[in-house]
């Protein structure tokens, strides 16, 4: 009912910046919240940023004044900003939202992406 597709991740050298997309698309009523979550081999999954629909921000503190998380609500989509990347940013990325669907108005469920790699080497 809900799909969320990420994009934008890659290869990057120390000090680069890259643009993470996360369009959602479906049967989707509103959308509460959408984030950016990254997993690295062999560490848990931890949170590197979300944002409200109504502009509200939470940051990883890893990624504190480097990562800028932004919503385009007219276009479901949720951009992750990440500038000044460092070795330890490689990971897999994946976008997380809380969507209310058409199906099911009186409750946000938890959506996932498929996940995107990250890695930061020169």
């Known amino acids: 009912q809900v799909q969320l597709v990420e994009s934008g991740g890659g290869l990057v050298q120390p000090g680069g910046s890259l643009r993470l997309s996360c369009a959602a698309s479906?049967?989707?009523?509103?959308?509460?919240?959408m984030g950016w979550y990254r997993q690295a081999p062999g560490k848990q999954r931890e949170l590197v940023a979300a944002?409200?629909?109504?502009?509200?921000?939470n940051y990883g503190d890893s990624v504190k004044g480097r990562f800028t998380i932004s919503i385009d609500n007219a276009k479901n989509t949720a951009y992750l900003h990440m500038n000044s990347l460092k070795p330890e940013d490689t990971a897999v990325y994946y976008c997380n939202a809380d969507i209310v669907t058409i199906q099911a108005l009186d409750v946000a469920g938890d959506y996932w992406g498929q996940g995107t790699q990250v890695t930061v080497s020169s």
């Open positions: 479906g049967s989707i009523f509103s959308i509460h919240a």
């Open positions: 944002i409200t629909s109504g502009g509200s921000t």
